[in-house]
T-cell receptor
Framework: DAGITQSPRHKVTETGTPVTLRCHQTENHRYMYWYRQDPGHGLRLIHYSYGVKDTDKGEVSDGYSVSRSKTEDFLLTLESATSSQTSVYFC????????????FGQGTRLTVV | QKEVEQDPGPLSVPEGAIVSLNCTYSNSAFQYFMWYRQYSRKGPELLMYTYSSGNKEDGRFTAQVDKSSKYISLFIRDSQPSDSATYLCAFYSGYSTLTFGKGTMLLVSP
């Protein structure tokens, strides 16, 4: 398995609180991605990074921010969690642009109550 | 028209059957075609990766791309219960990021 770790694996939080999810990789891949996966919607890209401090928005970025201060870590922050952000969040890494050979983490199951 | 169409299933087959999973797409800029497999409560894992039209074989798995019809397929021969998973097609145009189908759930019964 590719060296990619997501933490926490499960989290329950209250509406309105900030939440940070962490993705850590040991592969030294340049590209890192955050997706959410919901029934009926499939995988949707939230944000991605193409280098340290270089990030860009994806399809569903509203309400989310990201930071990448080191190659190995990519943080996803829900600034003020809402029930619509209840989802399974996946981090992915890839050596090249576009994620043509993307490796996914095990996911974080987030519930906002 | 949706950019990617994939039947959600579930597709139920007996062990040993040949399975055909399909996706259609509308974006003619897509050049790279991928299949991911996702077991329940796990992250997706890359199964097959092809560039351009034609077939690519890897063991019991064959990926087929028909760019003229904007149609891709994944065939699984001699299907096993361990193949039970959700299969996601994915596309890349050479810029921007991946576009995923919503996945087809496959159930292989012993």
């Amino acid at each position: 398995d590719a060296g990619i770790t997501q933490s926490p694996r499960h989290k329950v939080t209250e509406t309105g609180t900030p939440v940070t999810l962490r993705c850590h990789q040991t592969e030294n891949h340049r590209y890192m991605y955050w997706y959410r996966q919901d029934p009926g919607h499939g995988l949707r890209l939230i944000h991605y990074s193409y280098g340290v401090k270089d990030t860009d928005k994806g399809e569903v970025s509203d309400g989310y921010s990201v930071s990448r201060s080191k190659t190995e870590d990519f943080l996803l922050t829900l600034e003020s969690a809402t029930s619509s952000q209840t989802s399974v969040y996946f981090c992915a890494i890839s050596p090249g642009q576009g994620g043509t050979e993307a490796f996914f983490g095990q996911g974080t199951r987030l519930t906002v109550v | 028209q949706k950019e990617v169409e994939q039947d959600p299933g579930p597709l139920s087959v007996p062990e040993g059957a040949i399975v055909s999973l399909n996706c259609t797409y509308s974006n003619s800029a897509f050049q790279y075609f991928m299949w991911y497999r996702q077991y329940s409560r796990k992250g997706p894992e890359l199964l097959m990766y092809t560039y351009s039209s034609g077939n690519k074989e890897d063991g019991r798995f064959t990926a087929q791309v028909d760019k003229s019809s904007k149609y891709i397929s994944l065939f699984i021969r001699d299907s096993q219960p361990s193949d039970s998973a959700t299969y996601l097609c994915a596309f890349y145009s050479g810029y921007s990021t991946l576009t995923f189908g919503k996945g087809t759930m496959l159930l292989v019964s012993p």
